[in-house]
């Protein structure tokens, strides 16, 4: 079964960025699917982006794509999220999701079965 670890959360200014790291433990990484999700306070978690096992297809929100770009390493069981031009509506916690034998892409919370903990990342003055 896969576990997952996320880090690199902070907090960072308005326009600023920072990279996420999503690190799985306990199974073949390159055969499971990533998406990373976030949560707001008061917000129902969000669908962020996607990557696909093997080939590496990408799925982004509409109001991420262009900033957000998403990437994976299967040598370091690692995805990554990088976040650039940050706004204070970004500030949520980040939450990466793994699901096995998908060769597709969704942002929808339900399509995932592992989860991280989250890291939390804050954009403000």
């Known amino acids: 079964q896969l576990q997952l670890v996320e880090s690199g959360g902070g907090l960072v200014q308005p326009g600023g960025s920072l990279r996420l790291s999503c690190v799985g433990f306990?199974?073949?990484?390159?055969?499971?699917?990533i998406g990373w999700f976030r949560q707001a306070p008061g917000k129902q978690r969000e669908g962020v982006s996607c990557?696909?096992?093997?080939?590496?297809?990408?799925v982004y929100a509409d109001s991420m794509r262009g900033r957000f770009t998403i990437s994976r390493d299967n040598a370091k069981n690692t995805v990554y999220l990088q976040m650039n031009n940050l706004f204070p509506e970004d500030t949520a916690t980040y939450y990466c999701?793994?699901?096995?034998?998908?060769?597709?892409?969704?942002?929808?919370?339900?399509?995932?079965?592992?989860w991280g903990q989250g890291t939390q990342v804050t954009v403000s003055p």
């Open positions: 990557i696909t096992r093997y080939t590496g297809t990408t």
């Open positions: 306990g199974s073949t990484f390159g055969g499971w699917t």
């Open positions: 999701a793994a699901v096995s034998a998908a060769g597709i892409c969704s942002i929808r919370a339900e399509f995932f079965s592992n």
